[in-house]
């Protein structure tokens, strides 16, 4: 019900930033809990960070703890996740997904998904 839209991958060298961000269409976005997602070759898709309705509540995974920061705008209907001191092993595929619960953070929980954008990290 809900379409997504990801944009902001990019190539960028170690040490830098990027920020991506999820354009949210055809359904009530801060009825959504958000996820962000990667998924690198040869390799099972994994959760990066996830937000709950109001944005309160997020959850990191471990490997980017102090390094990403994921955010939502609900009057604008977008998520974003900044990612600073970024490493080559966070090469992936980046997706950005949506959950009818109210937080979420397992991959299983989450029904919506964009089509994903690449970031690549250079050393």
């Known amino acids: 019900q809900v379409q997504l839209v990801e944009s902001g991958g990019g190539l960028v060298q170690a040490g830098g930033s990027l920020r991506l961000s999820c354009a949210a269409s055809?359904?009530?976005?801060?009825?959504?809990?958000m996820g962000w997602f990667r998924q690198a070759p040869g390799k099972e898709r994994e959760i990066v960070a996830a937000?709950?309705?109001?944005?309160?509540?997020?959850y990191y995974v471990s490997s980017v703890k102090g390094r990403f920061t994921i955010s939502r705008d609900n009057s604008e209907n977008t998520l974003y996740l900044q990612m600073n001191s970024l490493k080559p092993e966070d090469t992936a595929v980046y997706y950005c997904?949506?959950?009818?619960?109210?937080?979420?953070?397992?991959?299983?929980?989450?029904?919506?998904w964009g089509q994903g954008t690449q970031v690549t990290v250079s050393s």
């Open positions: 997904a949506a959950s009818i619960a109210t937080m979420a953070s397992k991959l299983q929980d989450f029904g919506s």
């Open positions: 055809g359904g009530t976005f801060r009825h959504y809990a």
């Open positions: 937000i709950n309705w109001g944005g309160a509540t997020t």
